[in-house]
């Protein structure tokens, strides 16, 4: 990933405070290029951007093929995926100690146990067993877009913390954080905003808003889930004694998915709760 910035001076703050956070365990550039050496190290940058740092192995994932491959890994081993289903509750057993189906629109899927990652439809969900969450959607954006020059590299813009990526022959370009609701209306004013801040490393690639509707491919938006204190939940639901929930990642869901499902497997199959898991307990919010 390439980070671009409009000030030098900028640059080199989120470089420190990025080897702050990786801590040694990836490599970071000893400094941030500038001028011509900073637009050199991607074809799309414009001259406004002054300083610029390339992370080698940094950058994002295509969200269709990875679920696609993902489909295809879990189908190889046995799973059977349900595809455009929608889960409204559970059917408990007699004593209500243990879920043994999930209700879905096209019937009851039966469970030994489940786990509840739905993002910000995870509050419904665990409201249905009893427990209510705080989610709050903080909503983001994107569309695709033709360029030319296009982006080699995924671009993040660093003053307007937005980003471009290379995705699927086209460019993504994504961005904003906006506390509306835990609903999927979009604000065509927020796809507006992200594309004029894209403008500032990226060139003068429309020249009115209105020029957008044209230009412009999939808007979309989707709430990533956050809870009051910033940290997930990841623990077993009180009550029933086999009903799990992973949710709250914020803005970190695929970073932190592989090693989420590896404790929270774990604790599902052998019932004692991983030391890691600690911090993310259910409880904490009940105070």
Not at 120 to 146: I, N
Request: proline share 8%; glycine share 12%.
């Amino acid at each position: 990933m390439v980070h671009a910035f409009l000030s030098p001076g900028e640059a080199r703050h989120h470089l420190q405070l990025q080897r702050q956070m990786a801590d040694g365990r990836y490599p970071l550039p000893d400094d941030v290029s500038t001028g011509a050496e900073a637009m050199a190290l991607d074809p799309s940058l414009a001259p406004e951007v002054k300083a610029a740092y390339l992370v080698p192995g940094e950058g994002v994932l295509d969200p269709v093929a990875f679920a696609r491959a993902l489909e295809e890994r879990l189908a190889a081993t046995g799973v059977k995926v349900h595809e455009n289903v929608a889960a409204s509750g559970f059917r408990r057993g007699p004593s209500g100690d243990r879920v043994t189906a999930v209700v879905t629109d096209t019937g009851e899927i039966p469970c030994s146990a489940v786990v509840i990652a739905a993002g910000v439809r995870s509050a419904d969900l665990l409201r249905e067993l009893g427990h209510p969450l705080p989610l709050q959607a903080g909503k983001g954006y994107s569309f695709s877009v033709d360029l030319d020059p296009a982006p080699t590299h995924t671009l993040y813009f660093g003053e307007h913390r937005a980003v471009a990526s290379p995705i699927g022959g086209t460019t993504r370009i994504a961005g904003t954080m906006e506390l509306s609701g835990n609903n999927n209306r979009l604000d065509w004013r927020r796809i507006v905003a992200v594309a004029r801040a894209s403008r500032h490393y990226l060139g003068q690639w429309f020249d009115d808003p209105d020029d957008l509707v044209a230009l412009i491919r999939d808007p979309w938006v989707g709430g990533r889930p956050f809870l009051p204190d910033g940290l997930p939940v990841i623990d077993r639901v009180p009550g029933p004694g086999n009903a799990f929930t992973a949710t709250g990642h914020g803005m970190l869901g695929v970073t932190l998915g592989p090693v989420t499902g590896s404790e929270l497997a774990a604790y599902v199959v052998t019932g004692r709760r991983p030391a890691a898991l600690t911090p993310f307990r259910l409880d904490r919010l009940r105070g």
